[in-house]
């Protein structure tokens, strides 16, 4: 069911309480390194305070105890972050729905910005149903808006309960520009797909992609694999590994997605590995299934690279999750790389792709290629879950259309 939106809602002279991913990496520092999450929400905030409403913001950062302040997971340094990118002042409340947080609510004018500190400083943010804690966040309100993708998969307090407290009292609760965004890429990838639909699924273990891809079997034409989740597949096969990462434990596994995949599981023909893993390392393009001992495979080969470019050059639809292999390491970027650059042909060709966050969309930051896809999801997690068919109870409380 459509959910209404951030559009929908009237908030002049109201207090908008918003759920954000403000989870940003910092440095040691505690210099922020990449403000993508704080720019993506930008659009929610600045459509509550363009049309006369206050935004109070909260999200996580990092994982802290849930026992109190923790300095190194402060929101101090994206509050300030915040305020640069919108032009203006940014409060920042020492705590999450007590009485700082209710004092600085209370004071806070039209057009107004109000940035809670981290939600999981309080152990009831986890716990997910403090009634105390719930009832703090719920009374700062007029409104509720979830716009932090990254976190639906977790049904926290500030996810759930908080938006089920305000709905019991009569009160709005929508989703944010963000996240009806990322819904209906995703969504619709999977139930509306433009054919070929091709996924791309890479990283380091099969076991954290088994319901992934046995849900993108039953609906893909083609799913490529790459990362080290390939070199258990190969284990599976007879084929030699090396020293590469693998799962022992996951080949039975590995043998029946095989023996299911109808023809749709494609995998490495070659594999470029080294005897260390650096970029100055002694290595070789082998064929795959033949890693000699004393090496690690840390990238598809080129030949793989060339077949799986032409594959997704072809494609309508393309979901891509997972770098190829050590995408911060040259030369180990180049699968990655080659991958990155038909995903942006087969963009300019016509076909809806979407990069499903994580090391995914580092990496498509990193190469350059960010703003040459569709869509870059903002939650590894969140997006996992949706390939995996999985409906999100954060997504479902919120007002339908």
Request: net charge neutral; proline share 5%.
């Amino acid at each position: 069911m459509p959910k209404k939106s951030v559009a929908d809602l009237d908030p002049r002279g109201k207090a908008v309480l918003v759920r954000v991913d403000f989870n940003v990496p910092q440095d040691d520092s505690g210099a922020i390194t990449d403000d993508r999450r704080i720019k993506m929400a930008l659009p929610t905030i600045r459509s509550i305070l363009d049309r006369g409403g206050k935004a109070i913001l909260m999200s996580h950062l990092g994982r802290p105890a849930g026992k109190g302040l923790e300095p190194a997971f402060s929101l101090a340094p994206v509050a300030k972050r915040l305020g640069e990118l919108l032009g203006k002042p940014v409060l920042l409340a020492s705590d999450t729905g007590g009485a700082d947080s209710q004092a600085k609510a209370k004071a806070l004018p039209a057009g107004g910005v109000l940035v809670l500190e981290n939600v999981r400083f309080n152990k009831g943010e986890k716990k997910g149903d403090d009634a105390t804690y719930v009832a703090g966040l719920a009374s700062l309100a007029d409104a509720y808006v979830n716009d932090a993708f990254g976190t639906c998969h977790r049904t926290e307090a500030s996810m759930h309960a908080v938006p089920m407290a305000l709905k019991a009292l009569g009160k709005p609760a929508v989703s944010g520009f963000l996240v009806e965004k990322e819904i209906q890429y995703l969504s619709d990838a999977i139930a509306r797909p433009k054919r070929p639909f091709v996924a791309i699924l890479g990283g380091k273990k099969v076991s954290d992609k088994i319901a992934v891809i046995q849900n993108l079997l039953s609906i893909c034409d083609h799913v490529l694999i790459g990362g080290a989740m390939a070199y258990t597949f190969s284990l599976a096969q007879g084929g030699r590994t090396g020293k590469s990462l693998v799962e022992p434990d996951k080949l039975d596994l590995a043998k029946e997605l095989l023996a299911h995949g109808n023809g749709k599981l494609v995998l490495p023909v070659d594999t470029h590995c080294a005897d260390d893993f650096s970029s100055g390392a002694n290595k070789k393009i082998v064929r795959a299934g033949e890693i000699p001992d004393g090496f690690e495979g840390l990238d598809i080969g080129p030949e793989t690279a060339q077949k799986y470019a032409g594959i997704i050059r072809s494609a309508g639809t393309v979901v891509w999750n997972g770098p190829m292999g050590v995408f911060e390491m040259p030369p180990f970027d180049a699968g990655t790389k080659a991958v990155a650059d038909a995903v942006a042909d087969a963009t300019v060709k016509g076909a809806i792709t979407i990069i499903g966050g994580g090391d995914s969309a580092a990496a498509v930051e990193q190469l350059g290629y960010a703003d040459k896809v569709s869509h870059v999801s903002t939650g590894g997690g969140a997006s996992l879950e949706m390939l995996e068919g999985k409906a999100f109870a954060t997504v479902a409380v919120l007002d339908d259309k």
